[in-house]
């Protein structure tokens, strides 16, 4: 069976198909990860204590919040575009009954728009 066929959402890693590499390591993808668990770790002790930070540290926290939030969203973007048709609908339509949004923000998450975008979907 050839990379990327087969059942919606059986690959972990995006490939390149110039290439046939990862597109993005594990190594880069738990950093993405840790980012955004620190971003919303200092959210939390800004709920906790909010008079502890200024203004441009709350400002910084949105920030970091914000742009790892985009990075995984990039990304996500980034490999759905390497499966193939069939496997995009199988996963929107997978997404859209897994509860957590329905099917029509998926479509508007991973395939309405650029790639790359400045802020996360809402």
Known sequence: ?????????????????ETEEPMLSEKELKEMMELEDYAHFRAEL?????????????????????RSKVAMEDNMRESFAELSEVE?????????????????????MLMDGPRHRTFPTI
């Open 46 to 66: 800004v709920e906790i204590s909010p008079q502890s930070f200024d203004i441009y540290e709350l400002k910084e926290i949105l920030g970091d919040m914000i």
């Open 88 to 108: 995009q609908t199988q996963l929107l339509d997978m997404l859209g009954e897994s509860g957590y949004k329905d099917r029509d923000w998926w479509h508007r």
């Open 1 to 17: 069976m050839e990379e990327g066929s087969g059942k919606a959402g059986t690959r972990l890693k995006p490939i390149n198909t």
